[in-house]
């Protein structure tokens, strides 16, 4: 139990249906996070977001979308993707860097998403 | 720009083995250090870290010691169990930044 849950576990989708991920932070952090983790490549950050606001985006498709209606709750909603979009999902979260150092990064368990 | 690198993998190993992983990075500035470790089928779970220079992480037997006069922070373990077998991912951040640095990862095996 790491302190971010996310939701569903496993999603299976087809390429023409609107899904989304739910992560949500019991750690009273104020950054969250979306990585992208695909078979033998490196994780890659997809967004930031620092007390709700979107701080970064690293060139993501439009076909994924976030959402962060509070600093505890985090989304990111699906449509039309692609069978190369299939991967792990983490959703992750810290401490907003201006309230220490060290900024250590929790991760969730990850969603497993499948695009048929 | 700011990036660390990872000995590539697999590394495979007997149980009781000695382990290395290596690790290097390159930042301006003063980051803090930490290995993440992912066991099969989970998420990334912190394994340890460090905030200055020499100052040594440790937990469940693997140690690393930030190293700024070569850069790197090494993982070791003297005697590994099978159930260490996961992937290991090295990283860094800075608080000047709202994002952590992650290298590629070492995928490691142990053989009992």
Known sequence: ETGVTQTPRH????????????CEQHLGHNAMYWYKQSAKKPLELMFVYNFKEQTENNSVPSRFSP?????????????????E????YLCASSQDP?????????????SWLTVV | GDSVTQMEGPVTLSE??????????????YPSLFWYVQYPGEGL???????KADD?????????TYRKETT??????????VSDSAVYFCALSKSSASKIIFGSGTRLSIRP
């Open chain 1, 11 to 22: 999603l299976v989708m087809g390429m023409t249906n609107k899904k989304s991920l739910k």
């Open chain 1, 67 to 83: 959402e962060c209606p509070n600093s505890s709750h985090l989304f990111l909603h699906l449509h039309t993707l692609q069978p």
């Open chain 1, 85 to 88: 979009d299939s991967a792990l």
């Open chain 1, 98 to 110: 201006g309230q220490g150092a060290g900024n250590t990064i929790y991760f969730g368990e990850g």
């Open chain 2, 16 to 29: 009781e083995a000695f382990l290395t992983i290596n690790c290097t990075y390159t930042a301006t500035g």
């Open chain 2, 45 to 51: 779970q912190l394994l340890l870290k460090a905030t």
């Open chain 2, 56 to 64: 040594k992480g440790s937990n469940k037997g693997f140690e690393a």
């Open chain 2, 72 to 81: 790197s922070f090494h993982l070791e373990k003297g005697s590994v169990q």
